[in-house]
């Protein structure tokens, strides 16, 4: 078993998110394996309270520091690091301009190591330790990242993309090679065979990923559902409504149903464990069909800014209620940091809602960056808060990174003002230390010059 002292960030399980913070200024978190041989949180509380329960524990003392959970980020695409700031028009010709070349770079392996090794790295300076994210079209890109997140021991979800119409041979992972397996069934072979290698391999997981309907055929869309239904633990991940031109494409490929994201319903891929990204303009039928299937919305601030996708409509989410969670969305997405999501998000919160004078709080914020979209994600009790059973992933922040930061945190009079000027001010130089359930990695601050 292993103690640490600090501040303490958790969230009460049985309260409203927006006021669900709970937080010691001098706390203890206990850790220690479960029956499954994982780190998980044992106890967690005032230090003064809890100490005397373990006499014999050396207590490691981060003084001046703040425990938080581990960030969980509802939607990235691990292959899209280097497109992050190409500027577009909008989502399309980003899509056909941008990402799509540099998404057949990854039928290399070597590539789609690099760049996975790069990707995670990434996650855990930023203190992201659940992140469900997009390969390419590609088997070598799957294995690559999960042969990457295996020696890690995230809770890491992946897939291949599923995409067989709307894009160069090569992006499509398209065989060129006559009396070579249909490109449709050969997709749907290659995902059922990763689910049977990676899903549930230590803390992986494996995501059905169709792109988006768009670049999907009725046939690809059609085994999707049927390999949801097959594996119903595994998730499923896919956009939807995140673009007015994408919506009319997609409206006139699948005519017969009653909207862009009824599509997915009409193929069986609306469920619990599917994260839909974007879900921008949906109408209230819509919202219901979220709701009532349970599937959940990646919200995506960052990306639907600087791509101009438009707003997500909290109030609406809140008004038919169906579960959301905040994600990173790179590379249409400008960062990796979950600061910065957060930060994006309040400023939608303020703008562009169905009810003017609308405001996201700090707790509600960095809940849907947490224990939020850990339940979006159906990972509620085991990642995204430091309850007693949670895995132990955790972030270590220094309120003092920054002489800016230093500044305003010690003038915070209350928590709410503490979280908020993290959420405004924070990056990756306020994330010390990010320790996932097996191992510890450390950011050195030596590595940063601008500290
Ligand atoms: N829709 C289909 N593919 C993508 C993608 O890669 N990024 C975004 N933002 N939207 C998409
Ligand atoms: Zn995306």
Known sequence: MKAYRAAILRFATDRE?????????DGL???????????????????RALHARYPDLAVTHWSGRIIAPGFVDLHSHYPQANV?????ESLLPWLE?????EEKRFSSPQYSTEAAQFFIAELLRQGVTTALTFATSH????????????????RLITGLCLMDRHAAADVLNQPTAPGKLDATE???????????????????GYAITPRFAPSCSDAQLRGSGELAAMYPDVWIQSHAAENKAEIAWARALFPASRSYLATYADFGLLRERA???????????DRALMRDTGAAAA?????????????????????????????????????????????????????????PGLSLGPQHLWWQHTAGAAQALGLKGLVGNLQPGCEADFVVLNPQATPLLARRTALAANLDELLFSMIVLGDDRLVERTVISQAIESCDPMMFSFR
């Open 29 to 47: 978190l206990v850790v220690g394996p479960n029956a499954q041989g994982l780190q998980v949180v044992q106890a967690v509380g005032p230090y």
């Open 84 to 88: 992050i700031g190409s500027p577009a």
């Open 275 to 285: 994260i839909y990204a974007h879900c921008i303009h949906l109408d209230d039928a």
């Open 17 to 25: 998110p927006r006021h669900a913070a709970m937080y010691d200024e």
């Open 299 to 355: 919200v995506c601030p960052t990306s639907n800014l600087f791509l101009g996708s438009g707003f997500f409509d909290y109030a609406g989410a809140d008004r038919v209620g169906f579960p959301y969670g905040l994600a990173s969305d790179v590379g249409g997405g400008t960062s990796f940091s979950p600061f910065h999501t957060m930060l994006a998000a309040y400023y939608v919160g303020r703008e562009g809602q169905t009810k």
């Open 186 to 204: 050969q997709s749907l072979l290659d995902s059922e065979a990763l689910i049977r290698q990676w899903h549930g391999v230590d803390r992986l």
């Open 97 to 101: 301009n941008y990402t799509f070349p």
């Open 139 to 154: 088997p070598a890109s799957v294995q690559a990242f999960f042969t990457e997140a295996h020696k890690h021991r995230m």
